[in-house]
């Protein structure tokens, strides 16, 4: 295999060195080494972004005010504590391209052909496919994840009393007693019988009676749960974002922090002093770009390449994205995505300048050369 590629690479090199560079339309170089007085655009390679979608259910227990009375009612399942309980429904991880700033580069164009860039500065096409192209690509771009609570808050330790005149579903009676609640029970299930028998005064809708009898039906909830408590149920979503940077040893597991969680305290940032514990991704690589990086260390080891290099540039700079699986493993659940990891990849280049090249948008990598 290592008799191949060293000789692989010696055929590329001697094509390369052969080629007629001064009859190339554009060139691009490091930013150390840019030609004096030269007309062009400066673009980047891009990076990946990974973003974690976490979807957290909160459950809230409340005490009902007149908890100690519930034997009055014969109630069962009684909540007797205050209590808050978070859990981890879902991971969604999905990834974005980002600018990379170590990889910068200057593209002289003396030919002024159509260059198109991504909102990050990484180049998207050259050439006349440069409109066609940009407008497929940007129809597949992310959009920003926001924040959402999908339900309303509510106070850690609500005033049942309060919260449920708010609703509608007490009466307003001044100083509401445990008796007083039962009696309120016991009459507003006598008016549903009446409105089920049709003895209420007046002529309704079958769809009234329905309306009628359910608005009841909520006042009442609101009396028992003076006395048996109440729990409320919430989906909150957070929206984190790391890009890893490539280890040594790619071959290596990566495991990188994302957030802290815990069942009382809920989702909570890397940095915050609770023992919490992390909510860590595993990246690992599935060595998809091991040739090429050979090949590339062999051309950095040809004096005569590098040389003509610094002298003359080269077409342009491109990623090869190495393919990577993400997994996270928390409270005996499982979240997996197969993905590229652009910083993961090899860098690589085109000593040649065609008219006419398209990108990838999400990796850099090349998709098309005409």
Do not use: C, W
């Amino acid at each position: 295999m290592k008799r191949t590629i060293k000789k692989l690479t010696l055929i590329l090199v001697a094509i390369l060195s052969g080629l007629n560079l001064s009859a190339q339309t554009y060139r691009s170089f490091t930013t150390d080494k840019v030609p004096f007085n030269s007309t062009g655009v400066y673009y980047t390679l891009p990076k990946t972004e990974l973003i974690f979608k976490v979807k957290v259910e909160k459950i809230q227990e409340s005490k009902g005010i007149f908890a100690d009375y519930a034997y009055l009612i014969g109630a069962k399942n009684i909540i007797i504590n205050d209590a808050v309980k978070y859990s981890i429904k879902d991971i969604e991880i999905s990834s974005r391209p980002i600018g990379d700033n170590e990889n910068i580069y200057f593209l002289s164009n003396t030919s002024n052909l159509k260059i198109n860039k991504t909102p990050e500065g990484a180049l998207l096409s050259i050439g006349e496919v440069a409109e066609k192209t940009q407008e497929k690509e940007h129809s597949h771009h992310l959009k920003q994840e926001k924040t959402i609570s999908m339900s309303t808050n509510f106070e850690t330790n609500p005033i049942y009393e309060q919260k449920l005149l708010a609703q509608g579903k007490l009466d307003n009676i001044p100083n509401l007693t445990p008796e007083k609640a039962i009696k309120q029970i016991e009459e507003l299930r006598e008016k549903q019988l009446d409105v089920l028998s049709g003895s209420v005064d007046g002529t309704y809708m079958n769809n009234s009676i329905e309306y009628m009898y359910k608005q009841l039906d909520k006042m009442i909830d609101g009396y028992v749960s003076l006395f048996v408590g109440e729990k409320n149920t919430e989906i909150l979503e957070y929206t984190f974002t790391i890009t890893p940077d490539k280890p040594l040893i790619v071959e290596e597991d990566l495991l990188q922090g994302i957030f802290k969680f815990s069942e009382e305290e809920g989702v909570l940032s890397l940095n915050h002093k609770s023992q919490a514990p992390i909510v860590a991704v595993k990246i690992h690589s599935l060595n998809t770009t091991k040739e090429y990086e050979k090949i590339e260390e062999q051309k950095k080891k040809d004096d005569k390449l590098q040389k003509l290099i610094a002298k003359k540039g080269v077409g342009l700079y491109y990623r090869i994205p190495e393919m990577v699986e993400l997994s996270i493993d928390f409270d005996g659940k499982r979240f997996f995505k197969t993905t590229h990891l652009s910083q993961f990849g090899v860098v690589s280049y085109m000593m040649d300048s065609p008219n006419k090249i398209t990108f990838k948008r999400q990796t850099g990598a090349l998709k098309s050369v005409e």
